[in-house]
Nanobody
């Protein structure tokens, strides 16, 4: 079965850091573009960061300079390092994957595999 699964969320204080992981099973992650998205209740799922199969990256403006996306293909894992967290970063974070595309993918509609999400809560 082909799946992706997020982990690493939690409750932190403003200014703290967290590192989320997205682990793939049944997929050879090296061939996939991967993205991180986040969603709060009542709002659409928003793009956060993306990485291409060859490690080009893109970030949403609100997280530029604070978040870093990276991949370890040997571990079939993509990470999202989040520094200097703010209350407005509170959301459910999802990772998604799509195979055989060039470049980074920021559009949710292009992704095929989605995880179940991990909650990140930032308190002030």
């Amino acid at each position: 079965q082909e799946t992706v699964a997020e982990s690493g969320g939690g409750l932190v204080q403003a200014g703290d850091s967290l590192k989320l992981s997205c682990v793939a099973s049944g997929l050879t992650f090296s061939s996939y573009a991967v993205g991180w998205f986040r969603q709060v209740p009542g709002k659409e799922r928003d793009f956060v960061a993306a990485i291409s199969w060859d490690s080009n990256t893109a970030y949403a403006d609100p997280v530029k300079g604070r978040f870093t996306i990276s991949r370890d293909n040997a571990k079939n894992t993509v990470y999202l390092r989040m520094n200097s967290l703010k209350r407005e970063d509170t959301a459910v974070y999802y990772c998604a994957a799509v195979r055989w595309v060039h470049g980074v993918v920021t559009d949710t509609s292009r992704y095929v595999w989605w995880g179940q999400g991990t909650q990140v809560t930032v308190s002030s």
